[in-house]
Nanobody
């Protein structure tokens, strides 16, 4: 069974840091494109970061560029999102995603990356930023 599980969310003060993890079972995360999305109440799901297949180039949305860093773990079934300098506008449910189909191995991330580009999702982890 293919499954993604996020962890590491929680409550943090503005300016603080959190590290989210995404652990896969039934698949690896070392080849196909992988991404982090987030969704706040009443808002559409938005892309946060995406790591391309093949060359591993990483895309970040303008809202998190310079503060967040996505990486694949040394274990082939892990993905991380290091979030620094968290702001009051960052709270959301954060999801990891990948495309397990053949297209996922030939996917280059960009500003046009959409949730519909990915077919496998975790259940999400809540991030809250509050003083």
């Amino acid at each position: 069974q293919v499954q993604l599980v996020e962890s590491g969310g929680g409550l943090v003060q503005p300016g603080g840091s959190l590290r989210l993890s995404c652990t896969a079972s039934g698949l690896t995360l070392d080849v196909n494109a992988v991404a982090w999305f987030r969704q706040a109440p009443g808002k559409e799901r938005e892309g946060v970061s995406c790591i391309s297949s093949r060359d591993g180039s990483t895309y970040y949305s303008d809202t998190v560029k310079g503060r967040f860093a996505a990486s694949r773990g040394n274990a082939k079934n892990t993905l991380y999102l290091q979030m620094n300098l968290l702001k009051p506008e960052d709270p959301a449910v954060y999801y990891c995603a990948t495309d397990v189909g053949p297209g996922g191995a030939y996917y280059w991330c960009s500003g046009t990356t959409e949730p519909s580009d990915f077919d496998t999702w975790g259940q999400g982890t809540q991030v809250t930023v509050s003083s």
